[in-house]
């Protein structure tokens, strides 16, 4: 027989017992439809990675650190040994540990390397607060606005590199400072106040105060007061940083400028914990690989930005085989399904498979006819889970979107060459299910087939 | 020509033996219609299972046209089986579901034929059921049912048509009138036709009467000479 009169034939044997086909690929559909909303959240949370990526990182920078546990690779069971750049950084809650930082030599090391252009130390800033007059104080940190970082506007307009004494605002600051919208901030002027250390200059001259009330007043040090002229303010942005959504933005001059405000006489004056290395001719790997290498051998630790989307989408990988594996499981539990009906299928239709044999239909050709009727089982069921999948998403998404406040982001992306190797999928596993019904058919003797009434 | 040679077909093992068919020979001419008549268990099935090669003897030749039918292998068989021979049973076997299109198409399907539609149409209309084309087969008649079987059995052109107790469901007006018309085809289409049968009064119209009892003949009747 004919391939063609085979599909038509096999097809007009499911219409005859619609329920029951319905009843089987729906069993398929529902591991199609986990499986196609696996595909599209993991679309959605890719391009979702790349976009905070590109926002947030220039691809031809590195992130440079001293400490391994800064990008993670530490191991924290070994004790550490002392460096004499050793400063804390605050850690989740509120812990501090001790971590190697980079001082301004090893800057000037990485400075020094032939592929590197320039050399950015990476600063985040506590300030004391901001305000302006008439307002409230507001905590607030700052940090050192990267060219490569694109947020979202909604009043000015962002210069880069961004001028010295320019900050660009968090939209949630325009209404508690006192602005009437985002237009009416641009170009006005906020006092950013920065908690200076105890000035050890003074001690040095006066020597240490006997009086108490003068300790604790040495202790409590002063502020320094900067006014910062608001370039433009940002939106709520979807694609930052995790935690760094009310950060403000300010110039890398400015924000080292206050760094050694806050800084100056402690143990971590002009110590970074970070810095970003930009690569010459980045946009070759191997150009970022050499300089990677480079600061391996000289004992600093680095991320490309590769690195950091690999790390990124390492924890999409995992939720996402989590799902699929259910998804799986659902197929599988529907293989069974297949088995059950085709061989029903087989049952009733003795008589005819009998009649076919007789007429001379070959026995590969009766197995083809049951194997074909599994194929559209798994087509059904695919195309229903996935088309049911899709509507849901597309009703969705834009639900989701806004409970999870992602912007112009969508978290579930279709992509139907995705979808149609899904289906394909799916209509091999119903075939491999329909096989040994298919044999049973294809090995019945006819003579005891047309006997059966 | 269609020679049946020292057919022998036996049942079980030993104790229980069952001997089918002992020794049966006969041969008859191209064209002619044969009747086996026989009562339940004679082996009149067998006989037709043999002798369309659904079933294999333990002894003897089934030679048509001068081929041995048991050698042919699988795919040969098969192939044989769909152009040169066709079934007609007591209940019909037709797919109720399917029209009448659908159904009279299947041995074209089998055998790859081409020009289906004019074929299909032709045997509708040689067994008076072309106005049903696209009725569904369950909504025939017996009668109408079992000319649909003869227009499956006709529609590719075999040399031989095997019909097994063919009014055996059917009143006895509407089945003298299935034999009148398997008659008439076997008059223009020229193919060998053999009924297996119990009714005496059918058998007496064949130009040939086979006897069957216990797996032998018992009893071989020419009734006039066939003319090619």
């Known amino acids: 027989m004919r391939i ?8 007009r044997n499911l219409k005859q017992a619609k329920a029951r086909t319905l009843l089987t690929a729906l069993a398929i559909g529902v591991g199609a439809f986990a499986l196609t909303l696996t595909l599209a959240a993991s679309n959605g949370a890719q391009s979702f990675v790349n976009r905070v990526i590109s926002d947030n990182f220039d691809p031809t920078e590195i992130i440079v650190a001293k400490d391994e546990s800064i990008l993670g690779r530490g191991d924290t069971n070994k004790p550490k040994e002392y460096d004499e750049s050793f400063g804390s950084a605050v850690v989740n809650s509120g812990a501090s540990v001790q971590i190697k930082q980079l001082t301004d030599k090893d800057i000037q090391k990485i400075r020094q390397y032939p592929e590197v252009s320039q050399v950015r130390e990476g600063v985040t800033l506590t300030l004391e607060y901001i305000t302006r007059p008439g307002a409230k104080k507001y905590v607030a940190n700052a940090i050192d606005f990267s060219p490569a970082q694109n947020p979202e506007v909604v009043a000015g307009a962002i210069v880069k590199p961004l001028s010295d004494k320019t900050v660009l605002l968090p939209e949630a600051y325009v209404s508690s400072l006192g602005f009437k919208n985002p237009q009416d901030a641009v170009g006005k ?6 908690r200076k250390s105890i000035d050890i200059a003074s001690i040095l001259q006066n020597g240490i105060p006997s009086n108490t009330n003068d300790i604790q007043e040495l202790a409590k040090s002063s ?51 970070y810095a970003y290395a930009r690569v010459k001719n980045g946009e070759n790997k191997a150009n970022i690989a050499t300089v990677q290498a480079r600061l391996k051998k000289d004992g600093y630790t680095s991320q490309s930005v590769e690195e950091t989307q690999k790390f990124l989408t390492q924890i999409i990988d995992v939720l996402k085989a989590i799902v699929a594996a259910f998804g799986f499981i659902a197929v599988i539990a529907s293989v069974f399904g297949v088995v059950n009906t085709m061989y029903i299928s087989v049952l009733q239709r003795t008589r005819e498979i009998g009649l076919m044999k007789a007429l001379g239909t070959r026995r590969k050709d009766i197995s083809r006819l049951f194997r074909f009727e599994a194929a559209w089982i798994g087509f059904l069921g695919g195309a229903i889970g996935s088309l049911a999948a899709f509507l849901l998403g597309t ?18 992306i279709f992509d139907l060459k995705q979808i149609s190797i899904l289906i394909v999928l799916l209509v091999l596993v119903a075939i491999f299910a329909g096989l040994l019904p298919a044999r049973k058919a294809a090995k019945l003797d006819p003579i005891e087939a047309l006997r059966t009434e | 020509m269609i020679e049946v040679k020292h057919i022998s077909k036996t049942y079980g093992k030993k104790d229980s033996l069952l001997t089918a068919l002992d020794n049966v020979s006969f041969s008859i001419p191209e064209g002619s219609t044969v009747a086996i008549i026989g009562k339940s268990g004679s082996g009149k099935s067998t006989l037709m299972h043999i002798m369309s090669g659904l079933d294999h003897p333990n002894d003897g030749q089934i030679v048509i046209a001068g081929k041995v039918l048991h050698d042919l292998k699988g795919k040969a068989m098969d192939s044989f089986r769909a152009t040169e021979m066709s079934f007609i049973f007591q209940s019909f076997f037709v797919e109720a579901n399917q029209t009448c299109f659908q159904n009279v198409s299947l041995p074209l399907e089998i055998s790859e034929l081409k020009q289906r539609k004019t074929k299909v149409i032709e045997a509708l209309e040689a067994v008076e059921l072309l106005d049903k084309i696209n009725a569904k087969a369950s909504e025939l008649s017996g009668g109408q049912k079992q000319r649909l079987a003869i227009a499956r059995a006709i529609v590719n052109k075999p040399q031989l048509i095997f019909a097994d107790e063919p009014t055996g469901n059917l009143d006895s007006v509407t089945g003298d009138k299935i034999i009148d018309l398997l008659f008439k085809l076997n008059k223009t289409n020229k193919n060998t036709l053999i009924i297996v049968t119990h009714d005496d009064e059918l058998a007496a119209k064949c130009q040939i009467r086979i006897t069957l009892k216990d797996g032998k003949i018992i009893d071989f009747k020419q009734r006039k000479k066939v003319s090619k």
Do not use: C, H, M
Not at chain 1, 189 to 194: C, D, E, F, G, Q
Not at chain 1, 223 to 251: D, H, M, R
């Open chain 1, 4 to 11: 063609i009169d085979i599909t038509r034939r096999s097809a």
């Open chain 1, 223 to 273: 502020s320094a007061l900067e006014q910062f002229k608001i370039a433009a303010v940002l939106k709520k942005p979807t694609t930052s940083q995790p935690g760094t959504e009310l950060y403000l933005f300010i110039s890398n001059k400015d924000a080292k400028a206050l760094n050694d405000i806050a800084k100056i006489g402690t143990n971590q004056y002009r110590k970074y914990t």
């Open chain 1, 395 to 412: 009703v969705l998404n834009p639900w989701i979107t806004k409970r999870l406040d992602l912007g112009t982001q969508k978290l579930l």
């Open chain 1, 189 to 194: 002027s906020i006092t950013l106040a920065v």
